[in-house]
């Protein structure tokens, strides 16, 4: 799943449903056609890392609406795809159409392919939502083929900080811990709580070795050439900015995971 731009004021969580995509999922795959982050920085720092995808087996973890599963496809990738948000699942099964490899299930618990399925996994600004990641990659380590490559995006921890900071939350939200926060999106007429794990860089790039991935690139991209003339204001303000972190990890089935 992908993050909302433009996050709110952190909030108590008083309600145990959070991440409720599908509450407003019409509205929120929408926004994410065409809005800077996603659309113009995000998704194509995705598509740029992954390269020549041509007749690759790839997994499109958090899938959503399944806007990057169609520009895999559109390139001629072999897509499978899988959220925790069955109001998304069928978005994506909209685009996508029925005969599309689409299921709903949650990251972090048994994934529901065989071992070694996949060329590469592509897991877009969904692995924040966790606050252990270490069932997560071992699954994702477990569906890839020796070498495959997981290609992942977060939240950068640095952007995160500051934002804390500049909300006068720093001693709530150390860099160098591990901290959930919770925030409200409104989108369509509705409001829901989101719930996030910030964790500083060490702590992600120590939980992707402990899982047995060899870290390839970390990025941190420019935005999409065409944003200049859609968003003119937010790029001459800003030509560059930190928002969100980009790996490439090749998996290793040389290094024994515990």
Request: hydrophobic share 45%.
């Amino acid at each position: 799943m992908i993050s909302h731009p433009a996050p709110a004021s952190a909030v108590a969580v008083d309600s145990p449903k959070v991440n409720d995509y599908t509450g407003f999922a019409e509205a929120y795959a929408a926004d994410n056609e065409t809005n800077l982050l996603n659309a113009h920085y995000e998704r194509p720092a995705m598509l740029d890392l992954a390269g020549d995808v041509a007749g690759r087996r790839i997994l499109d973890v958090g899938c959503g609406a399944g806007p990057l599963s169609a520009a895999l496809r559109d390139r001629g990738a072999l897509v499978s795809g899988f959220d925790a948000s069955a109001g998304m699942v069928e978005l994506a099964r909209r685009r996508l159409g029925d005969d599309a490899d689409l299921r709903v299930a949650d990251l972090g618990s048994p994934l529901p392919y065989a071992d070694d399925t996949f060329d590469d996994v592509m897991a877009s600004l969904v692995l924040h939502y966790l606050k252990d990641w270490a069932p997560a990659l071992s699954e994702l380590r477990r569906v890839l083929k020796p070498g495959g490559r997981l290609i992942a995006s977060v939240e950068h921890p640095f952007a995160m900080n500051l934002m804390h900071r500049q909300a006068g939350r720093e001693a709530e939200y150390n860099y160098f811990d591990t901290t959930n926060w919770t925030d409200e999106w409104t989108m369509g007429g509705r409001t829901a709580l989101m719930s996030r794990w910030h964790r500083p860089l060490h702590a992600m790039t120590d939980a992707f070795t402990a899982a047995g991935f060899r870290i390839t690139v970390i990025s941190e991209p420019a935005p999409d050439p065409a944003a200049r003339e859609l968003f003119p204001e937010a790029i001459a303000a800003a030509p560059r900015f930190l928002c969100f972190l980009f790996f490439v990890l090749e998996s290793d089935r040389a290094v024994s995971v515990g």
